[in-house]
Nanobody, 123 residues
Framework: QVRLVESGGGVVQPGGSLRLSCVAS????????MGWYRQAPGKQREKVAV???????EYRDSGKGRVAISRDHAKNAVYLQMNSLQPEDTAVYYC?????????????????WGQGTQVTDSS
């Protein structure tokens, strides 16, 4: 059982900053990537930023320059620094972890999600 626990959400004034944290625990095999997604009311969940096992980072175009993703491998943690927050950043932010496990007979892929943390622009 793998558990992802997010923290750091809250209400922020326009132009403010926020740092989200996510820590994974449990029986985790090889982590392929960790990332952040968000879902605003009435909209589909969308990718914000992802970092893979090599440290390669991928950002949503609207977030480039305003967000930064980082990882702490020892803690199985991923962080999202968000600056210059805008009203459209208001959403529930979800932590995601993709892992894999290979045996002599087969390979397995796993996809885990946290329960989400609310980020609200106070405007």
């Amino acid at each position: 059982q793998v558990r992802l626990v997010e923290s750091g959400g809250g209400v922020v004034q326009p132009g403010g900053s926020l740092r989200l944290s996510c820590v994974a625990s449990g029986s985790i095999f090889t982590i392929d990537s960790m990332g952040w997604y968000r879902q605003a009311p009435g909209k589909q969940r969308e990718k914000v930023a992802v970092i893979d096992s090599r440290g390669y980072r991928e950002y949503r175009d609207s977030g480039k320059g305003r967000v930064a993703i980082s990882r702490d491998h020892a803690k199985n943690a991923v962080y999202l620094q968000m600056n210059s927050l805008q009203p459209e950043d208001t959403a529930v932010y979800y932590c995601n972890l993709e892992a894999s496990h290979t045996t002599e007979l087969d390979s397995y892929e796993y996809d885990y999600w946290g329960q989400g943390t609310q980020v609200t622009d106070s405007s």
